[in-house]
Nanobody, 115 residues
Framework: QVQLVESGGGLVQPGGSLRLSCATS????????MGWYRQAPGKQRELVAA???????NYADSVKGRFTISRDNAKNTMYLQMNSLKPEDTAVYYC?????????WGQGTQVTVSS
């Protein structure tokens, strides 16, 4: 079973930046597509960004130009650099496989954008 551990969230002012990390267990990470998802209070979980093992990426329209997804296959770790944060980015952020997430999710990391 793959373990997913997200970290790097916090409280930041609008316009600020955060870098999220997703540490995974197992060697499968290097051969599958992975994504960052988020869930805001009262809303469904949504895909924020995804990348393939080969490095192709795609982003939700709401974060294009502000967020950058990357991965280090040698470290089984994925990152999400978030710049120009907005209050509407406030959510719990999760990582998981894409487009078919594993049944088990990590605990997520809370991102709060507020002045």
């Amino acid at each position: 079973q793959v373990q997913l551990v997200e970290s790097g969230g916090g409280l930041v002012q609008p316009g600020g930046s955060l870098r999220l990390s997703c540490a995974t267990s197992g060697s499968i990470f290097s051969i599958i597509a992975m994504g960052w998802y988020r869930q805001a209070p009262g809303k469904q979980r949504e895909l924020v960004a995804a990348n393939t093992a080969g490095g192709s990426t795609n982003y939700a329209d709401s974060v294009k130009g502000r967020f950058t997804i990357s991965r280090d296959n040698a470290k089984n770790t994925m990152y999400l650099q978030m710049n120009s944060l907005k209050p509407e980015d406030t959510a719990v952020y999760y990582c998981n496989a894409f487009p078919h997430p594993f049944a088990s999710w990590g605990q997520g990391t809370q991102v709060t954008v507020s002045s």
